[in-house]
Each structure stands twice: as C-alpha cells, then as structure tokens.
C-alpha cells in the first residue's frame, strides 16, 4: 500500500511540475512603451528631450500615454495607437495634461530593432512622430503649423546610452 502511496504522490509531483506556471502579463501597449532619448527639430532649431510611452489606466491597446517629461514642451496626453502597425497619433488635439493648451501628433511610428545605442552599439527600437501645440507661435502672435521632427531610440539601459 505504501508503494502505491508513494506512486500516486510522485505522479501528482511530476504531473504539476509539468504544468506552465502562469507569470503575470504585461500591459496591453507593452511591445510600444518605453523610456526614449529623442531629438526634437524644426529648421535649425534643435533640442535633446526625454520622452516616455506607458499604457493608461483602461490598459487597452487602442490608447497611451505620450509624456515628455518636461524635458521639452511640457507635453503629456493620451494617443490612439494602431498596436499591429506600431504606429500611433492624435485624430483630434489632445488636452494636455502639465497645463491648459492642445497638442496634435502625425505619423507616429515605432520600429522594432531599428536603432542602436550610440555608446554600446545595443540593438533598440526607434520612435518617430511629428508633434504640433495650440500654444506654439510666432512673434505675431500666428499659429505655427509646421511640425516638430522627434525621433530617437528607446533606452537602453546601458550608461554608455545614456544621455
């Protein structure tokens, strides 16, 4: 009876190790968030920023959250994305979310492995969009329509990355 005891007990041990241990998942925009060195450029104006792309609260893979981290115009809002294609924007202005004024975002992408780092040569991703604001005019007081360039390459982790 104990041999059988001991059957039954070895065979319900082997049988549950076999089973796949369920991990918690990740966010629904997980392969698009991210922390991003990017360079934002308009004619011969240039600037370094830091950007960062996280799921909302809703965790949907429809919406994200786009955040400068005021590192250059004080922009955080929500994104429609398109999580097949990677590419992300804004269909109508988007309220910000640092202080009262809109922002607009185009043609925003993101391609998987498509950057290096620049100090470790790490493989990354790359981040491309064209970034408009209600608030961004010139010294006649008109609107400026002309997009902000902001491309760059997701963080590395790496301090040769680092910037």
């Known amino acids: 009876m104990k041999k059988i005891i ?6 319900a041990l082997i049988f ?9 998942g990740g966010t629904a925009i ?6 991003w060195y990017v360079t934002a450029s308009r004619g011969s104006d240039s600037y370094d920023a830091h950007f960062s ?8 893979a429809t919406e994200m959250w ?10 955080k809002g929500k994104v ?4 097949a294609s990677m590419t992300f924007s804004t269909s109508a202005p988007a309220q910000n979310e640092y ?6 975002v185009a ?13 470790s040569n790490t493989p990354t991703d790359s981040i491309y969009f064209e970034l408009t604001f209600s608030d961004d005019v010139d010294e006649d007081g008109e609107q400026i329509t002309t997009p902000w360039i902001i491309s760059g390459f997701k963080r590395t982790g790496f301090l040769e990355d680092e910037q």
Request: net charge negative.
């Open 6 to 11: 001991s059957i039954f007990i070895l065979s």
């Open 53 to 60: 792309t996280y799921n909302t609260a809703a965790n949907n």
């Open 99 to 104: 202080y009262d004024m809109t922002f607009g």
């Open 30 to 35: 997980e392969a698009m968030a991210g922390e």
């Open 16 to 24: 549950t190790s076999c089973q796949k241990e369920e991990v918690p």
């Open 107 to 119: 043609n925003g992408k993101i391609l998987k492995g498509a950057a290096k780092g620049p100090g």
């Open 66 to 75: 786009l955040d400068d981290l005021e590192s250059f115009w004080q922009t």
């Open 80 to 83: 429609s994305v398109d999580l």
